[in-house]
């Protein structure tokens, strides 16, 4: 079975601060893909960053950047200089190539950028 | 390139009525996916169609819930008769290619508010 796990239900920082969400995954492929999914106020789900098992190197993109790390399953995101813009839920999700190829979701962070 | 459509964006319906959402994937997306989201979770997967074809409805409560993909383009998701908790936010998203790997591209959802 696959999952995903988001420890931290909601966050609250305050603008320009650092903020990383964490993500934990299993899984029992051994190839597998990782995402990132945004989700507004507005209710769409914006795709961020998709990753590959075999590519383990971090990823920057503009104020936000993703640290994969197979050693501890985790794929955490982090986003540098928060802006009020950023306020959102953020989600984590995984695919196995191998099992159901069924795109399993966290539960969602809730981030909440104050001015 | 227009992204995924979805309508209604809002439906408030009492239970025990029928109620239908349409969704019209990205232009050439073969791949097809509904999946339903409960206040406070990650979305959680329905139905896939590969083109006309439904090759996972494992998730899709048959008893109530039916969809469509007739022409292996726009799709259609039923409940009938609707019951208290169906409220939720229906999502549909599409991808280029099957089998997973590809990313899925989300439409804004419709919410349903059954009373």
């Known amino acids: 079975a696959q999952k995903v796990t988001q420890a931290q239900t909601e966050i609250s920082v305050v603008e320009k601060e650092d903020v990383t969400l964490d993500c934990v995954y299993e899984t029992r492929d051994t190839t597998y893909y990782l995402f990132w999914y945004k989700q507004p106020p507005s209710g769409e789900l914006v795709f961020l960053i998709r990753?590959?098992?075999?590519?383990?190197q971090n990823e920057i993109s503009g104020r936000y950047s993703w640290n994969f790390q197979k050693s501890t399953s985790s794929f955490n995101f982090t986003i540098t200089a928060s802006q009020v813009v950023d306020s959102a839920v953020y989600f984590c999700?995984?695919?196995?190539?191998?099992?159901?190829?069924?795109?399993?979701f966290g539960q969602g962070t809730r981030l909440t950028i104050n001015p | 390139e227009a992204g995924v459509v979805q309508s209604p964006r809002y439906k408030i319906i009492e239970k025990k009525q029928p109620v239908a959402f349409w969704c019209n994937p990205i232009s050439g997306h073969n791949t097809l996916y509904w999946y339903l989201q409960n206040l406070g979770q990650g979305p959680e997967l329905l139905i896939r169609y590969e083109n006309e074809e439904a090759v996972d409805d494992s998730q899709l409560p048959k008893d109530r819930f039916s969809a469509e993909r007739l022409k292996g383009v726009d799709s259609t998701l039923k409940i009938q008769p609707a019951e208290l908790g169906d409220s939720a936010v229906y999502l549909c998203?599409?991808?280029?290619?099957?089998?997973?790997?590809?990313?899925?591209?989300f439409g804004p959802g419709t919410r349903l508010l059954v009373l």
């Open positions: 998203a599409s991808s280029s290619e099957p089998g997973g790997q590809e990313t899925q591209y």
């Open positions: 999700a995984l695919i196995g190539i191998q099992g159901a190829q069924k795109l399993v």
């Open positions: 990753r590959n098992s075999f590519d383990e």
